[in-house]
């Protein structure tokens, strides 16, 4: 099998960075990995003997896992390394845990933390590939890549489709990524939500900007719902997570006034009954688990073509042992 | 037998005396004798030669952190006041919010004498407004004032009660010391990382907005009309903020005000890729801001400028960007900066960077010094308005190196400072 190659550089940090046949050339590698998963023995030995630790300091389940399953089908040695029972929670610094890990030579590091900037500072400081697994606000780069890779699969395009996110924009790292990356492959970008939850900026990102949902719904081709942390009511963002569904939940009363079918996406984890209902979560048009299987197959693309621009993969791969 | 200094051949620039010439400075025993065209200096005076330099009465920064009590891993007294010296100031206002805070006359004797012992840098110590720097309830403050505390501050904190700022701004008036105001809405912006803007919301940084900061610049200049007391205002970084003060100065308001070197010459954009060196507070804002703020600095708006050297370990720095402190150090790096960004950019003239890096620092604090009249004190800066150079963090005389502005090439440094006529820092 011949895949396509790009340069990716050391590190995946975010999409903000990445050009658009930097992004297409993930998407195009994730789709023949897609197969891999459909298999019934699902492992290739592309990554056989290269080591990768992830590193969560947040708790994740669904992208912890699914960077998991990609390391292990494509035959990676892992490690999931967690805050709460690592040294950190003995007062070792981001810094010294990067470097400790690195002393016991490591090839990449997935890494997930809480403070927004934190992929950048390991990628800068350790050799190693380093992939971001959402940093703080900032970005959550492979989230963003299978909503690309999702919508592009049901859609056939992105150039030109009109997407609105909707939700917490302000705290959310895969609002950020989304925006990047749609703007990248030549998307029509609207965000929707409180205004309290909006950055200060928000149209100077490019972007449109709603305060109402029923106005991002009569514009959008496709709606991608963030979910809504709920320590943000607790915060004071909004005063009732009934408030917010009652004026920004998406409901299919409100669908069913636009012109058209919108595909609908959710990050996940979905509050039922808050940000969006069961009906349209559960409906013809939503692709939220196919998100969840494509976000395998993205992962595989990111951590291969990673691995593909290290000097030692070459060696491995001349004999026979990996990309 | 009298000591005596003679500095020939430099061009002296002296704005309290209206005085730029190429003449002679003389010092005897600590104060200055004269100056002159054709000055016959004691035989055993100690000459210096100044041919090509700049002589101006030495620098004040009347907004230093140094750290001590407390904090002596990111600096110390005595390397503060070397740092200064190495920096060309001769005086520098130490910032009470140490651990534990300045805020009783022992502590400020403490700080004097620190300082005394340091042989560098005079140190004036500043006291806290409220006890503890909890906001509560007034500090000593005529005690401390006593023990040679200059001016009164919670700086690194806002007066968040308002109703206490009065207090101060009234009570520090027996007393004739100004009250420094760190000016802050804590409710707007204490969860705060930089400049609230677009910068912040790309990089997924909580925001400062500058409202924080423009509504206590207001309501302190609207206390100090009140009451008559005398309010400092520290950093000033907003363009509304400068305007104020301006407005306010119109209306005979006692304030002065403060421009840091960073301010001067940065924007927010210096945050990209998480610098922590570039994370200060006030942020770095817009450059709108900035121009505003050169703009203030020019037509006096803004009194001095000030470092806020603010020292940090650099283990403290080397971490993700909301987890490392605020502070940048400023006093090492002060002269080069503002000659070659800001003076060379035509946005002041060397005359006015004398007033606002000595005449008034020293007017606003009434700290002796500030001038080269016959009788002053003999703080001397010898500066070197050509010489090229890098920043460079090993050459740092101070115990940090958290510069936003390493690897700057700069133009213009200092070469010697001379305190009560005694050289405590040569190149």
Redesign the interface.
């Known amino acids: 099998m011949s895949l396509p190659t790009a340069s990716l550089g050391k590190d995946l940090v975010g999409l903000?960075d990445l050009s658009a046949e930097q992004i297409l050339a993930i998407l195009d590698t994730a789709e023949p990995f897609k197969e891999i998963s459909e298999r019934r023995i699902k492992k290739v030995p592309v990554l056989r003997g290269k080591t990768i630790v992830n590193l969560f300091f947040e708790a994740s389940t669904r992208t912890r896992i699914s960077f998991e399953f990609a390391e292990k089908r494509l035959s990676a040695d892992s490690v999931n390394i967690s805050a709460a029972v690592s040294s950190v929670s003995k007062g070792e610094?981001?810094?010294d845990t990067a470097r400790n890990l690195e002393a016991m030579r490591i090839d990449m590091v997935v890494m997930r933390?809480g403070?927004?900037?934190?992929a950048?500072?390991l990628a800068d400081r350790i050799p190693s590939n380093v992939v971001n697994a959402g940093?703080?606000?900032?970005?959550h780069p492979t989230q963003g890549l299978l909503d690309l890779l999702t919508i592009r699969d049901h859609v056939g395009k992105i150039d030109g489709l009109k997407v609105c996110i909707i939700g917490d924009i302000l705290h959310s790292?895969v609002a950020?990524s989304n925006i990047y990356g749609l703007l990248t492959l030549g998307a029509e970008v609207a965000v929707c939500g409180p205004p309290t939850l909006l950055?200060?900026?928000?149209d100077?990102?490019g972007v449109e900007v709603f305060t109402r949902v029923e106005e991002a719904i009569e514009w959008a081709e496709v709606l991608n719902v963030l979910r809504l942390q709920l320590e943000r009511m607790e915060g004071g963002y909004v005063p009732s997570l009934r408030e917010y569904n009652r004026i920004w939940g998406v409901t299919n009363e409100r669908l069913a006034a636009a012109k058209r079918d919108l595909l609908i996406l959710h990050p996940g984890p979905m509050n039922r009954g808050v940000e969006i209902d069961s009906d349209v979560a559960d409906g013809e048009h939503s692709v939220i688990l196919d998100q969840v299987t494509n976000g395998v197959a993205v992962r595989m693309a990111v951590l291969y073509l990673l691995a593909g621009g290290q000097p030692e993969s070459a060696e491995a791969a001349k004999q026979g042992h990996g990309a | 037998m009298s000591e005596a200094l003679w500095l020939h051949g430099g061009r002296v620039i002296d704005p309290s005396q209206g005085v730029d010439a190429t003449i002679d400075v003389l010092i005897v025993d600590g104060l200055v004798v004269t100056l002159g065209g054709d000055l016959r200096p004691p035989e055993t005076a100690r000459t210096v030669d100044c041919s090509g330099l700049i002589i101006t009465p030495g620098l004040i920064d009347v907004h230093v952190h140094m750290r001590e009590p407390g904090e002596e891993h990111k600096e110390t007294i005595a390397t503060g006041a070397a740092a200064a010296a190495a920096g060309g100031f001769t005086g520098v206002c130490a910032m009470p919010n140490t651990n534990p805070p300045v805020d009783d006359p022992a502590a400020v004797g403490f700080v004097a004498a620190q300082g005394r012992r340091a042989g560098a840098a005079r140190v004036y110590p500043v006291g806290c407004i409220s006890v503890g720097r909890a906001g509560e309830r007034l500090a000593l403050v005529g005690e401390m004032v006593d023990a040679g505390a200059v001016a009164i501050t919670d700086d690194g904190s806002p007066v968040m009660d308002s109703g206490l700022m009065r207090l101060a701004l009234e009570y520090s008036q027996s007393f004739g010391i100004p009250v420094a105001d760190h000016p802050e809405d804590l409710g707007l912006s204490a969860s705060g990382q930089m400049n609230?803007?677009?910068i912040?919301?790309?990089?997924?940084?909580?925001?400062k907005?500058n409202a924080a900061e423009d509504i206590h610049i207001v309501r302190d200049l609207l206390l100090a009309e009140l009451t008559g007391g005398h309010i400092h205002l520290q950093h000033v970084s907003t363009r509304f903020g400068v305007e104020s003060i301006r407005q306010a100065k119109a209306r005979g308001v006692r304030v002065t005000a403060e421009a840091s070197p960073h301010h001067l010459v940065l924007t927010h954009e210096a945050v990209k890729?998480?610098l922590t060196d570039a994370k200060m507070n006030p942020p770095l804002r817009t450059s709108e801001d900035k121009e505003a703020v050169r703009d203030g600095l020019a037509d006096g708006t803004l009194d001095t400028i000030a470092t806020d050297h603010a020292p940090h370990h650099y283990?403290e720095k080397?971490?993700?960007?909301?987890?490392a402190p605020n502070g940048i150090v400023g006093l090492e790096t002060a002269v080069g900066v503002i000659l070659t960004k800001v003076v060379a950019e035509g946005v002041i003239d060397l005359q006015t960077m004398v007033e606002r890096m000595s005449c008034q620092p020293a007017r606003a604090f009434g700290l002796p010094g500030g001038s080269l009249a016959e009788g002053s004190p003999g703080d001397v800066t010898v500066f070197d308005p050509n010489v090229k150079w890098t920043v460079d963090p090993e050459d740092f005389v101070s115990k940090s190196r958290n510069s936003p502005f390493i690897g700057w090439e700069l133009t213009g440094r200092p070469c010697y400072t001379i305190v009560g006529g005694r050289i405590v820092f040569e190149v």
């Open positions: 903000e610094t981001l810094v933390h403070a927004s900037g934190a950048q500072f940093d703080g606000r900032h970005e790292r950020r950055p200060l900026c928000a100077e990102f | 609230e803007g677009l912040s919301g790309r990089l997924g940084l909580s925001g907005p890729g998480y283990d080397e971490t993700a960007f909301a987890d």
